[in-house]
C-alpha cells in the first residue's frame, strides 16, 4: 500500500513539474505586437443602451442594430424583425376585433333594453347570452392587451441580451483539461479546466 502511494505521489509531482515547465516556456515566448491600448481601441465598443432605446422606439431596430454591429460570420439578427411585426401584427389584430365585437354587444344590449331593434347578427342569442358573450370578448380584449405588451417588451428585451453577446467570442478550440491540485495543503485532487479561446 505505502508504494502504492509512493508512485502516485511520484508521479502527481512529475505531472506538477511538467505543466510547471510548459507554462514557463510557453509565458516566456509570448510576446505582444501591438501595444495594450491599440487592441482596446481597436474593438468597436456596442451600446447595449442604444440597442434597446432603439428597439423600444421601434420595434426590430434594435435587432437590426446588433445585425449591423456583428461580426460578418455571425450575423443572424435580422431573421427576428419579420417575426416581431408578425407578432405585433396578430396580437393587435386580436386587440382590435375584440374591442370592436364587445362594442357591438353592448350596443345590443342596450338596444335590447331601450325596445330599439337589434342587428341580425345577434337575433338568435337571448339577452343573457348578449352579456355574456360582452362579457367573454371583454376578457378577450383584456388579454389582447397584455399579449401586445408581451410581444413588444419581449422584442426590447431581445435587443438588449443580444447586445451583450455581439463582441462575444467563442472559439472552435474548445478545450478541457484535467491538473493535479492539492486542496488544504494536504488532499490530492484534480482540477477540471475549461479552455474557451
Same mark, same amino acid.
Given at each position: 500500500? #505505502?508504494?502504492? $502511494?509512493?508512485?502516485?505521489? +511520484?508521479?502527481? &509531482?512529475?505531472? @506538477?513539474?511538467?505543466? %510547471?515547465?510548459?507554462?514557463?516556456?510557453?509565458?516566456?515566448?509570448?510576446?505582444?505586437?501591438?501595444?495594450?491600448?491599440?487592441?482596446?481601441?481597436?474593438?468597436?465598443?456596442?451600446?447595449?443602451?442604444?440597442?434597446?432605446?432603439?428597439?423600444?422606439?421601434?420595434?426590430?431596430?434594435?435587432?437590426?442594430?446588433?445585425?449591423?454591429?456583428?461580426?460578418?460570420?455571425?450575423?443572424?439578427?435580422?431573421? #427576428?424583425?419579420? $417575426?416581431?411585426?408578425?407578432? +405585433?401584427?396578430? &396580437?393587435?389584430? @386580436?386587440?382590435?376585433? %375584440?374591442?370592436?365585437?364587445?362594442?357591438?354587444?353592448?350596443?345590443?344590449?342596450?338596444?335590447?333594453?331601450?325596445?330599439?331593434?337589434?342587428?341580425?347578427?345577434?337575433?338568435?342569442?337571448?339577452?343573457?347570452?348578449?352579456?355574456?358573450?360582452?362579457?367573454?370578448?371583454?376578457?378577450?380584449?383584456?388579454?389582447?392587451?397584455?399579449?401586445?405588451?408581451?410581444?413588444?417588451?419581449?422584442?426590447?428585451?431581445?435587443?438588449?441580451?443580444?447586445?451583450?453577446?455581439?463582441?462575444?467570442?467563442?472559439?472552435?478550440?474548445?478545450?478541457?483539461?484535467?491538473?493535479?491540485?492539492?486542496?488544504?495543503?494536504?488532499?490530492?485532487?484534480?482540477?477540471?479546466?475549461?479552455?474557451?479561446?
Amino acid at each position: 500500500m #505505502k508504494l502504492l $502511494l509512493a508512485v502516485l505521489l +511520484l508521479q502527481v &509531482s512529475c505531472v @506538477f513539474a511538467q505543466s %510547471n515547465a510548459f507554462e514557463n516556456s510557453f509565458y516566456s515566448n509570448f510576446t505582444l505586437e501591438t501595444e495594450p491600448t491599440e487592441i482596446i481601441d481597436s474593438v468597436k465598443p456596442h451600446s447595449i443602451r442604444k440597442a434597446v432605446i432603439l428597439s423600444a422606439c421601434l420595434p426590430g431596430a434594435g435587432q437590426v442594430y446588433n445585425h449591423l454591429a456583428m461580426p460578418k460570420g455571425k450575423k443572424k439578427a435580422f431573421w #427576428k424583425v419579420p $417575426l416581431i411585426y408578425a407578432g +405585433l401584427g396578430a &396580437s393587435t389584430y @386580436f386587440l382590435i376585433t %375584440n374591442q370592436q365585437t364587445q362594442k357591438e354587444l353592448k350596443q345590443e344590449y342596450t338596444n335590447r333594453i331601450e325596445l330599439k331593434p337589434g342587428a341580425a347578427e345577434w337575433a338568435g342569442y337571448d339577452d343573457q347570452g348578449v352579456l355574456t358573450l360582452y362579457n367573454q370578448y371583454l376578457n378577450w380584449r383584456d388579454l389582447s392587451i397584455v399579449a401586445v405588451g408581451i410581444v413588444y417588451l419581449l422584442q426590447v428585451t431581445d435587443a438588449g441580451v443580444e447586445a451583450h453577446f455581439v463582441n462575444f467570442d467563442v472559439s472552435e478550440d474548445l478545450s478541457m483539461g484535467f491538473d493535479p491540485v492539492i486542496l488544504d495543503y494536504r488532499t490530492p485532487g484534480l482540477k477540471l479546466s475549461l479552455n474557451f479561446r
